[in-house]
Nanobody, 125 residues
């Protein structure tokens, strides 16, 4: 079974940067790995995803500030958070699933089978 472990969260001031890591025990040959974030009392929001074929998605709300990358050898996925704002404060999760016929990854949390425990990001003004 796939196990995911996030790291890299922390507290930063507005304008700062963080790099979140998602270390996977293994991944299917055809996979999707996604990053979500959640604020208490709100729905989980898709932030970015990456597929085994290299297709990526960055949510409109963070486009231009966040990027996603991977190291297939480990395998580890990274979420690079730049120009952070207080509204980026949330618990960030990574999730994984097998990619079926679509060439890009789903954005709905219900589409993902495996989840990490999350890593907290706090941005102060």
């Amino acid at each position: 079974e796939v196990q995911l472990a996030e790291s890299g969260g922390g507290s930063v001031q507005a304008g700062g940067s963080l790099r979140l890591s998602c270390a996977a025990s293994e991944l299917p040959a055809r996979y999707c790995v996604a990053w979500f974030r959640q604020v208490l009392g709100k729905e989980r929001e898709a932030v970015a995803n990456i597929a085994d074929n290299g297709n990526t998605m960055i949510a409109v709300s963070v486009k231009g500030r966040y990027t996603i990358s991977r190291d297939n050898a480990k395998p580890t996925m990274y979420l690079h958070l730049n120009t952070l704002q207080p509204e980026d404060t949330a618990l960030y999760f990574c999730a994984a699933t097998s990619r079926t016929f679509a060439t890009s990854c789903a954005t709905a949390p219900s589409s993902y089978s495996y989840w990490g425990q999350g890593t907290e990001v706090t941005v102060s003004s």
